[in-house]
């Protein structure tokens, strides 16, 4: 019988977006293929307890109490490579895990933290490194890398809650000189629209900074692209990554929010979206572009703003962990590519361990010509 890929699903966790990642990790639980893998659940609950168990998902979704339930954990330990039991240390067994697959949106998950505990301890996982995860989630430094790539982007600007509360005034009338309304005022490092607002005026833009500041302490103010579509497009691969059709969202409310995209089910998709061929290249190319320049890798979901037939495409975000909830655009973008869903999670675990492979042929010793640091 031959060997079953073991994956840890990792899911929950301190983020904001808690309940969307048990979602998505549910979709995938329920979709790998179980002649293929033997999945191990790994949950982190909202006050960053870690368990390993079937019930796992469950016991989060019902935020029931964790009890006496042993908890494990990933050590940055190279020699474990897998989850460690740490309820009793007079005792410790481990269980041993071939990729984790990471479903973590938002911070302490997508923002590259998960990441470099896995690179520590020397475990393969889905998606983006540490550097592209960093760079993918805070808005700010991913401008600014998109713009020094002449990728097109909207116009911005950015500050830290403590300079707004030393000097409002200033920073309001930057916004009004350089920007204009209606505006976005959004937190640096968060997804699914969490903390995100669009101002019409004065007043709605600072009560937006008042919410965007409870959520980080760098806030990212955006002029609005009016009349734009909101497309996006679903980027797989590695060194030599590929792009999915091009999908476009009706938000049922004004701009896509939190509430439009996982509260009323009213907002919908057209896949794909009905745009010419050369608009359909354009944006799959600068999808592909902006994927190797954040340095991504397994999977991402690039999304844009186009005005027109395509005249004008700015790029808006990028996200390293897109949603896989059954209405999520990632895994329906694909399908819409020839991808089914069970054959994009096999993709994406090939692709964890492919990088892994060969990451792991790399030196990470030098010898000197002599041992100078003894002296």
């Known amino acids: ?15 904001a977006e ?35 168990s079937q019930d796992a998902l469950r016991l989060l979704r019902e935020k029931a109490s964790i009890g006496d339930l042993p908890e494990h954990l990933i050590l940055p330990d190279p020699r474990k490579q897998g989850l460690v039991n740490i309820s009793s240390f007079s005792a410790p067994d481990s269980q041993a895990v071939d990729v984790v697959f990471p479903v973590m949106h938002g911070t302490f998950g997508e923002d590259g933290t998960v990441q470099g505990l896995l690179e520590l301890a020397d475990v393969p996982y889905v998606g983006a490194g540490v550097l592209g995860s960093a760079v993918g989630m805070d808005k700010v430094i991913q401008k600014q890398v998109l713009e020094n790539a002449k990728i097109r982007v909207a116009q911005g600007i950015a500050f830290f809650s403590s300079e707004f509360e030393e000097d409002q005034n200033k920073i309001v009338f930057r916004i009004e000189q350089e920007l204009h309304y209606p505006c976005f005022v ?39 692209i009016e009349k734009a579509r909101e497309l996006e497009c679903a980027v797989l691969g590695n060194d030599d990554p590929k792009a999915s059709v091009p999908g476009e969202i009706i ?49 991402a979901r690039v999304d844009f703003l186009v005005q027109g037939s395509g005249s004008k495409i700015y790029l ?29 999670l096999d993709t994406l675990i090939q692709l964890a361990i492919e990088r892994h492979a060969t990451k792991s042929k790399l030196k990470t010793k030098y010898e000197p010509k002599r041992e100078w640091y003894k002296g």
């Open 186 to 224: 959004k937190p640096a490092n968060t997804g699914s629209s969490v903390g995100i607002s669009k101002a019409h005026n004065r007043q709605e833009m600072l009560d937006a900074v008042v919410l965007a500041a409870q959520y980080d302490r760098k806030i990212l103010v955006e002029i609005s």
């Open 251 to 299: 938000p049922s409310n004004e701009f896509y929010d939190y509430d439009a995209k996982y509260v009323d089910g009213k907002s919908t998709a057209i896949i794909p979206a009905k745009l010419p061929t050369w608009a359909v290249k354009k944006i799959q190319y600068v999808a592909c572009k902006a994927f190797k320049i954040l340095d991504c890798a397994g999977m």
């Open 1 to 15: 019988m031959a060997h079953k890929i073991r994956v840890g699903v990792l899911f929950g966790g301190r983020s």
């Open 18 to 52: 808690h309940e969307v990642s048990l979602v998505s990790a549910a979709s995938i639980i329920n979709a790998l293929d179980k002649n293929k893998y033997d999945v191990l659940p790994i949950g982190i609950t909202p006050d960053g307890r870690w368990i390993s």
């Open 316 to 344: 808006n975000e990028i996200n390293t962990i897109p949603g896989f909830t059954s209405i999520s655009m990632f895994p329906k973008l694909w399908e819409a590519s020839g991808l089914m869903y069970p054959d994009l």
